[in-house]
């Protein structure tokens, strides 16, 4: 059964660079059937897909284009997690933050949230 | 981008009652629509996929039925443990884009 464990500063600067982490257990990073994504909710915006990581043959990244300019999704074999780099931020990020499995666009595997707070 | 609209936005019911929540997506997504449950302080969690199949260990009183642009969660008579809220997502195409939630309340 995969679990997913997010690790990260739940308070970050306006400015500076949001900075998470998401630990898998029971699966591979490098699963070439399922991608790996982090999604952020928050009241102004529900829940947002930010974007995701995969593997087929090759690695490949897919964003959303609201974020794209600021963010990068990117896997570590060697310790099987992926993180996510979100710069610039605003207190508009401010949002709990999840990092979610995906198979066959469903996102049947969550992490346990963090709150990330931008304020100075 | 998929936009997805659920209604209503919340509702209140009894234990026993049978609820129904629907989206809609503002272009069609054939049968790529999902629905999650999510308490306060946890993970939304995986109900249905792909319209009306149930995730493994959900129970039956939870189904989706749907195509096109128009889908349907019915939860067939409520438990307590169902006070929750509750969104649908499409998985058609990317950008994944979820609904604005429907509460379900006592």
């Known amino acids: 059964q995969v679990q997913l464990q997010q690790s990260g500063p739940g308070l970050a600067k306006p400015s500076q660079t949001l900075s998470l982490t998401c630990a898998i257990s029971g699966d591979s990073v490098s699963n070439n059937i399922v991608a790996w994504n982090w999604i952020r909710q928050s009241p102004s915006r529900g829940l947002e897909w930010l974007g995701r990581t995969y593997y087929k043959s090759k690695w490949y990244n897919d964003y959303t284009v609201s974020v794209k300019s600021r963010v990068t999704i990117n896997p570590d074999t060697s310790k099987n997690q992926f993180s996510l780099q979100l710069n610039s931020v605003t207190p508009e990020d401010t949002a709990v933050y999840y990092c979610?499995?995906?198979?066959?666009?469903?996102?049947?595997?969550w992490g346990q949230g963090t709150l990330v707070t931008v304020s100075s | 981008d998929i936009q997805m609209t659920q209604s209503p936005s919340s509702l209140s019911a009894s234990v026993g009652d049978r609820v129904t929540i629907t989206c809609r997506a503002s272009?069609?997504?054939?049968?790529?629509l999902g629905w999650y449950q999510q308490k306060p302080g946890k993970a939304p969690k995986l109900l249905i996929y792909?319209?009306?199949s149930l995730q493994s260990g959900v129970p039956s009183r939870f189904s989706g039925s749907g195509s096109g642009t128009d889908f349907t969660l019915t939860i067939s008579s409520l438990q307590p443990e169902d006070f929750a809220t509750y969104y649908c997502?499409?998985?058609?195409?990317?950008?994944?884009?979820f609904g604005e939630g429907t509460k379900v309340e006592i």
């Open positions: 997502q499409q998985s058609y195409t990317s950008p994944r884009t």
């Open positions: 272009h069609s997504i054939s049968r790529s």
């Open positions: 792909a319209a009306s």
């Open positions: 979610a499995r995906s198979s066959s666009g469903w996102f049947d595997a």
